[in-house]
């Protein structure tokens, strides 16, 4: 799936596509590689169709298969189709051409700096390290498709220039996403809320899950075992593994997240209520990654409840500022401890039972500070989330973890001891969180 950045604490989600990489074939497929295979956290948007170029194929030869794995797609799904859609074959050159000039297209370099800086200081981004180029590295080599809602457009990328079985499953994939936007309209579902980037990462899982559980349908009612074991192997290609082991954490685990964890969501509101029940959810979306990591409360659990933390800095002291606030969730809560030296266990063991939270960093010149809020569904719950972060955070030149209420711990940390002194004064006087 697709948008700008993928962060705002883990690049931007949806906005203009939405992309399957390689993974959801892994994540799938009957007989997938079981090592982590590549990431789809969202190709970024695309140009439009009219600026897409070098197709590697004529697809009006292919008119008739894309029809039939059309009506296959709408009898599987359930949902009608307002426009049938033939789609675009483009080579990877263009792919990586085309991600590129979106990405700087829909980025501010502002904003970019601002994502950056917060994940150097959580250290889920080495210093000086560009959010640009490895996300651009990580999606040019993973995406194989992708379907623009601004667009109305489907394109399929094929890099041997056929029309094969990972060419077929991707278009039954990427159908399906127009069938959603068809019938449910995927801009409504606010992928793009720069303020909320977890609520974001958890509709996007909906979006995935369902496009990835028709796909798994489709493949396997309509692949040959043959053409089953050659889409393993395009999966399984070095230079697409390589890619995926060589980009952050953050990175890794937020493509991941959508299409794995979002079919399990899928999955569990199908047993349920079959694909009717995945309907109504696109009418009462999730509102967090808790929600998609734990299927039985969505959808009773709610909103969680998010801090307004712009008006502390002063707090921090004279001349600083806010730079960046969103709410980090349950899935990166769990990748920042773990990539803070809190075993993987742990760290999802820790992440568990979170209700809520609001993380902004503030800056001073060259300094910095994070304040973390957080909120847990049990005093058992923030006792071992405290745990875990007195762990993560023991790397730091200053911190603070205070427990302001059985359910709430507040951390601040960063470089400079008259910032972190001055916010946590104000924690643990009630002014603030």
């Not at 127009?178 to 409504?188: H, I, M, P, T, V």
């Not at 937020?254 to 995945?278: C, H, M």
């Not at 606030?325 to 075993?343: A, H, M, N, P, Y």
């Not at 568990?352 to 058992?380: C, K, N, P, Y």
């Amino acid at each position: 799936m697709a948008a700008r950045t993928a962060v705002r604490l883990a690049p931007k989600r949806l906005s203009a596509v939405i992309a399957l990489a390689v993974i959801a074939f892994s994540a799938c497929s009957p007989n997938g590689p079981t090592a982590t295979p590549s990431p789809a956290p969202s190709a970024t948007p695309t140009p439009s169709a009219s600026e897409t170029t070098a197709p590697t194929s004529n697809p009006s030869a292919d008119q008739a298969l894309y029809r039939e794995i059309e009506d296959q797609v709408i009898a599987i799904r359930g949902l009608q189709p307002t426009n049938r859609l033939v789609p675009t074959i483009i080579d990877g050159p263009t792919l990586v051409a085309n991600l590129t000039a979106e990405f700087d297209r829909t980025n501010e370099a502002e904003d970019l700096a601002k994502d950056e800086a917060l994940l150097i200081a959580l250290g889920l981004l080495p210093p000086g390290g560009s959010l640009r180029d490895a996300y651009l590295d990580l999606q040019g080599s993973q995406v194989i498709g992708y379907y623009s809602p601004d667009d109305k457009a489907l394109f399929v990328v094929s890099r041997g220039g056929g029309l094969g079985p990972t060419e077929k499953a991707t278009f039954a994939h990427e159908f399906t996403h127009a069938l959603q936007d068809q019938n449910f309209d995927l801009d409504s579902l606010d992928i793009d809320d720069l303020s909320n980037g977890d609520r974001a990462l958890g509709r996007l899982a909906l979006v995935e899950g369902d496009a990835v559980a028709t796909q798994t349908e489709w493949m396997l009612a309509h692949l040959t075992t043959e053409e089953l074991t050659q889409l393993i192997a395009d999966a399984s290609d070095p230079d697409v593994l390589a890619a995926f082991a060589r980009a952050p954490a953050i990175l890794r685990e937020t493509s991941l997240f959508p299409y794995q964890a979002g079919l399990g969501f899928v999955e569990s509101l199908r047993a349920a209520g079959g694909f009717e029940g995945v309907n109504a959810a696109f009418g009462e979306p999730p509102e967090s990654t808790a929600q998609i990591l734990h299927p039985g409360t969505y959808p009773g659990s709610g909103a969680p409840v998010l801090e307004d933390l712009s008006g502390f800095a002063e707090a921090a002291g004279n001349g600083w500022l806010e730079r960046r606030e969103d709410t980090l969730g349950e899935l990166i809560t769990s990748v920042w401890l773990s990539e803070s030296g809190v075993r993987e266990a742990d760290a999802s063991a820790a992440s568990a039972g979170w209700t809520s939270d609001r993380i902004a960093l503030f800056e001073s010149g060259d300094d910095h500070v994070v304040l973390l809020v957080t909120d847990w569904a049990t005093s058992d719950d923030a006792d071992e989330f405290e745990a875990a972060a007195r762990t993560a955070i023991a790397g730091q030149a200053f911190d603070a973890v205070i427990r302001v209420s059985t359910t709430r711990v507040v951390l601040v940390f960063g470089t400079s001891r008259d910032a972190v002194d001055g916010l946590a004064g104000q924690v643990r006087t009630g002014g603030c969180c």
